[in-house]
């Protein structure tokens, strides 16, 4: 018997660890077959996870060593809070560049300032990511259609290729903003240091044919350690060109970050927007890699996952982060079976961090340029462009308009124009839904739509009309306009108007209104309104009270199908 509860307890204590750090329970029932394959995805991990590290330092505008931070510490905790088993978190470049367009208006020049608004920064994104997780908002992923995403994403990639090519061809500038860099770009061409030049483009050459040449091979990691023995074995950094210089050693050193309300109030909006990308863009990865793999994650648990990585980085005084595709397909290809890569990964980088930095300070800033350009360019996807096109030419303009409002008005107001045109988008859709007239067809079972079946005939004296949505405060006006319009398009005197609810799934007391309103006037030109199919769940966020007294004054007027309700019309007719 003791025996028994001891199975049990164990079990419900196994359950709970599951439910609340997935990761944690893997690595407790850890399958040992799987250490090896783990093992050697998690070096090939580090091996292309550190120098994307060091370039996003860059793009963030701060010391190398922090993007080593948030390359390594967000590894432990997604491993042990995450729900994927392959996903790698890290720096991220949409990331990045959202995170640098919120701090250096706010920092006003101060680099410790900055610094600490960053740190800031991390710690709020993952405490609104880990409150969205334990309020299971993990469906906000929706709000981002593919084609405004990959807008949003486009955008994003072309202002991060146009920031470096100041690195990658040697020359200086101060404009600010998509448009104004990009003639800058062009009036500096004068001006190009060619050394730089010259070493920026063979990078980029050398990187994008190892990319398509040699896929198995970390391309990054080749780069970084070619750029450090051209710089070193050829006094590079002595003609002109800039190299990273001194990278700190060994652990972050932890300090006390005492933000005053108007900080809060101000890195606010600009950590919600990060949230919502980050999260957006690594649950995107996740169901992604989830399809090739087979296997399971929970949109939910992701938030608190991305939540619980953003918090470590702000603690380990790293910037924000998110999923990154090309680490998690590392680990696939490599053959990573858990959460255990992700930890190796980290392990490994954190022996270079303590033993490996000072051939780190001869890394040239314009091989890092080229290893971030490459990464931006992952991010454009033509081909979903070039299938819009094909496809839904409408939904490919908000597409190019979340692109536009990301090179025009900047990248923080551009996500702000992806979620407005997603919304905007729903909102349209469900306020002009189709509707339909239904009729009978002599011989078959069912009503169709008179106007998609010629053979349908309506029942004299019955309008039965179908409304395909939820009816709500932006579209009930338009319920009601239909309703009136089909009446009288009718070829004979409706004395009965049969709704049928079958569709719908919610009406808001707005709606309710308006269908009450719209009886009221039926009923004083002698017709009735009814309703049928309505479900049980239409009303369900009505108190019961208020629904239980409605039902009551509105006895007659509500039938389980519609063959009933014609039923009554018919018993009505006979009665009079």
Known sequence: MAETNNKETTKRFSGSIARIAPGLNTLLNYDRSWLRRDLVAGVSIAAVAL????????????????GIYSAIFPLFAYALFGSSRHLMVGPDSATSILVAAALLPLADGDPQRYLAL????????????????F???????????????????SGTALVLILGQMKPLLGYSGTAIGFFPRLIELFQSMDKFHLPTLFLGLSMLAVLVAVRRLLPQLPSALLVTILGILLVFGLGLDQKGISVLGTVPAGMPKLTLVLPTFLDFREILTDATAIALLSFISGILTVKSFARRSGSAFNSDQELIGFGASNIVSGLAQGFPVAGGSTRTAVALAMGGMSQLAGIAAAATMLLVLFFLTEPLAYVPEA???????VSGWSLLDMAAFRELYTAKRLELGFSLVAMLGVLILGVLPGVATAVGLSL???????????????????????YYNVKQTREAKTVP???????????VFYNAERFKARVLEAIAASDTPV???VVDASPMNYVDFSAVKTIDELREELLSRGT????????????????????????????????????????????SNRRK
Request: glycine content about 8%; cysteine-free; proline content about 6%.
């Open 495 to 497: 004395e009965w108007v």
């Open 528 to 571: 009735k309104l009814v309703v049928a199919y309505e479900g049980p769940d239409l009303l369900r966020y009505f108190e019961s009270d208020w629904v239980q007294q409605r039902e009551k004054r509105l006895a007659g007027h509500h039938f389980p199908t519609i063959k009933a309700a014609l039923k009554a019309f018919a018993e």
């Open 135 to 153: 309020l299971r908002l993990g469906f906000v992923a929706s709000f981002l259609s593919q084609p405004i995403l990959n807008g949003f994403l």
């Open 461 to 471: 004296g019955v309008l039965i009309y179908q409304f395909r949505a939820n009816i």
């Open 118 to 133: 960053m740190v800031l920064l991390s710690l709020m994104t993952g405490v609104l990511l880990l409150l969205g997780g």
């Open 367 to 373: 091989a890092l340029a080229a290893v971030i350009i």
């Open 51 to 66: 120098p994307i590290g060091v370039a996003h330092a860059e793009i963030v505008n701060v010391p190398t060593e922090i």
């Open 424 to 446: 905007v988008w729903l909102v349209y859709v469900e306020s002009v839904p189709p509707d339909a007239v239904l009729g009978r067809v002599p011989g078959l079972r069912g």
